[in-house]
């Protein structure tokens, strides 16, 4: 049974940084693709990275040049640096594992999702 477990969220000021964290029960190896993803409140659940297991990655446009998403396979882990925060990046944010391609729909496999809340 595959198991992501995300952290590394919280309250931070607009301007600042964060950096996700997301722990996998199995070997990386098994994945294709690995991505986060987020949902605000009364909006859709969307991507916001994905990562392939040769580390070609992509962004959703609004967090082009501000978030970065990396892999350590050794670790089993992957990672979501997030600068320069703005309010409309409040939003649970999902570690996902199981996507076939980099730009295709999310995979079967869900981490319990971290609060990133930007506020002043």
């Known amino acids: 049974q595959v198991q992501l477990v995300g952290s590394g969220g919280g309250l931070v000021q607009p301007g600042g940084s964060l950096r996700l964290s997301c722990a996998a029960s199995?070997?990386?190896?098994?994945?294709?693709?690995m991505g986060w993803y987020r949902q605000a409140p009364g909006k859709q659940r969307e991507l916001v990275a994905a990562i392939t297991r040769g580390e070609t990655t992509n962004y959703a446009d609004s967090v082009k040049d501000r978030f970065t998403i990396s892999r350590d396979n050794a670790k089993n882990t992957v990672y979501l640096q997030m600068n320069s925060l703005k309010p409309e990046d409040t939003a649970v944010y999902y570690c996902n594992a199981g996507q076939a391609q980099l730009f295709g729909p999310p995979g079967k496999f869900w981490g319990q999702g971290t609060q990133v809340t930007v506020s002043s």
């Open positions: 199995v070997s990386f190896i098994s994945f294709d693709v």
